[in-house]
């Protein structure tokens, strides 16, 4: 069965505060998304990946940096936190090249900033 | 880019037939439109995909018109279990830069 996990379910962090999250998949997928979700404004592409240290913006990739070292692990960080990245953060794989592929998601870290 | 318009919810009954449709006026030549399901405290997963005319798997149907200007995911005889957030997805086959999720449709099913 496929997976794709993500580091924590919960996370409170502080105002400033550098935060890490981590998505590993198990699927020997090339590509890897990390998207936001907020009410009202659905899904939300931040960062994605199709390689091993190869990245590309998405739509709002304002505060956020990413990392990929290995092919199964793909990692959001946010290098000063604000209040505004409250949110549910989303990891997602794929295995074609294109949006057309289907995407498998973890269930998502809740981030709250304080 | 091709945005999508979904309903923002939905209601139904058990066991009525539901649709859902998507509108996506900038469809281009090479895209696709996949639906996926959500259930909460849980990422979206794939429910079905097609590029034109009628599509069915074991979960829904899909109905695309000639023009490709919109889409509509049909579930028939739905039941509490599927009450969830359902969202329209347009994208190709190559590139992520396209990759544009709706703000999704919240769909009640009611006893």
């Known amino acids: 069965d496929v997976k794709v996990t993500q580091s924590s379910r919960y996370l409170v962090k502080r105002t400033g505060e550098k935060v890490f999250l981590e998505c590993v998949q198990d699927?020997?997928?090339?590509?890897m998304f990390w998207y936001r979700q907020d009410p009202g404004l659905g899904l939300r592409l931040i960062y994605f990946?199709?390689?091993?240290?190869?990245?590309e913006k998405g739509d709002i990739p304002e505060g956020y940096s990413v990392s990929r070292e290995k092919k199964e692990r793909f990692s959001l960080i946010l290098e000063s936190a604000s209040t505004n990245q409250t949110s549910m953060y989303l990891c997602?794989?794929?295995?074609?090249?294109?949006?057309?592929?289907?995407?498998?998601f973890g269930p998502g870290t809740r981030l709250t900033v304080t | 880019l091709a945005k999508t318009t979904q309903p923002i919810s939905m209601d139904s009954y058990e066991g009525q037939e539901v649709n859902i449709t998507c509108s996506h006026n900038?469809?281009?030549?090479?895209?696709?439109i996949t639906w996926y399901q959500q259930f909460p405290s849980q990422g979206p997963r794939f429910i079905i995909q097609?590029?034109?005319t009628k599509v069915t798997n074991e979960v829904a149907s899909l109905f695309i018109p000639a023009d490709r200007k919109s889409s509509t995911l049909s579930l028939p005889r739905v039941s509490l279990s599927d009450t969830a957030v359902y969202y329209c997805?347009?994208?190709?086959?190559?590139?992520?830069?396209?990759?544009?999720f709706g703000t999704g449709t919240r769909l009640l099913v009611s006893p």
């Open positions: 097609g590029y034109k």
């Open positions: 699927m020997d997928h090339e590509n």
């Open positions: 900038n469809i281009a030549t090479n895209d696709y």
């Open positions: 997602a794989s794929s295995l074609g090249q294109g949006g057309v592929y289907e995407q498998y």
């Open positions: 997805l347009v994208g190709d086959v190559v590139s992520f830069q396209k990759l544009v």
């Open positions: 990946s199709y390689d091993v240290k190869m990245k």
